[in-house]
């Protein structure tokens, strides 16, 4: 059997080690027709395997053992795009409902039971809501009332709320504890402010790690070759766009809090 030489250009291209492998078609010396479409003046990108001449992510599958480029549809690629922004767009409002909710625990000059949402109490050895445990009421715009369900906690509960350092002071009459909030000083105000502004930042981390997070699925879609390098920038930018948009939301309700404390 004889032997047949093969040029260095010949094995450095995919391209041209594909056409010596198919059928030529009589006097012509070009590939069949349904063969054609695999061909693309992109050279470069082509030899990489990420996408095709329009930007389209290629696979390779076989097919009575003849090697068939394919590519993801506009739909599939589009979908893929939407799943991500989508869910990233969920975490992004959960993070925002989490901050406001944190906001709410920053007492201001008037009881609201909504400043001891982040007390937990050490029940049992188990950490638990301090309104898990508890009823909470206000009798007037200067105290709550707190009521536990088991009265063996309240000296617990009063210990715990001292801890917290939220400015207010707790009595414990053994059958209830009142928390008696008094008016913010200029100094108070201050503080609170700087927790108010630790929070909005915790917030804007949260919200950038679910960018980071989203962008690292669209890299992973890409190496499996769902997504091509422009697929990918162009929903970076999109993502970009959502988060600064969340940001500005975060900002928008720090605002609304510190002219709140500002007020009273």
């Known amino acids: 059997m004889a032997l047949h ?3 260095p250009a010949a ?5 041209r080690a594909l056409s010596r492998s198919l059928p030529q078609r009589p006097g012509c010396g070009c590939l069949p027709k349904q063969s054609a479409s695999i061909y693309s003046t992109n050279f470069s990108r082509l030899q990489a395997g990420s996408v095709d001449f329009v930007g389209r992510p290629l696979a390779l599958r076989h097919l009575d053992k003849r090697a068939v480029l394919t590519h993801a549809t506009i739909e599939e690629i589009e979908a893929e795009k939407s799943v991500i922004e989508e869910q990233a767009k969920e975490k992004m409002e959960k993070a925002i409902e989490t ?16 400043m001891l949402d982040r007390i937990e109490v050490e029940y049992y050895g188990t950490p638990v809501n301090l309104k898990s445990i508890a009823q909470i009421s206000t009798p007037d715009a200067t105290s709550l009332l707190i009521q536990p369900y088991d009265k063996s906690s309240l000296k617990l509960i009063e210990k715990t709320i001292v801890a917290a350092n939220l400015g207010v002071t707790p009595s414990n009459d053994g059958e209830v504890i009142r928390v008696t909030v008094p008016p913010l000083t200029s100094d108070r105000r201050k503080e609170l402010a700087k927790t108010v502004a630790k929070l909005a930042e915790d917030g804007k981390v949260a919200i950038r790690n679910i960018r980071r997070d989203a962008i690292k699925a669209c890299d992973k879609l890409q190496k499996e070759k769902k997504l091509s390098e422009d697929n990918v920038k162009d929903l970076s930018a999109d993502l970009q766009k959502v988060t600064d948009g969340y940001m500005k939301k975060v900002e928008s309700i720090q605002k609304q809090k510190e002219e709140e404390l500002m007020k009273i």
């Open 5 to 7: 030489a093969v040029s």
């Open 99 to 114: 901050v406001q909710t944190n906001f709410n625990t920053v007492r201001t000059g008037r009881a609201n039971p909504a």
């Open 11 to 15: 094995v450095s291209s995919p391209l």
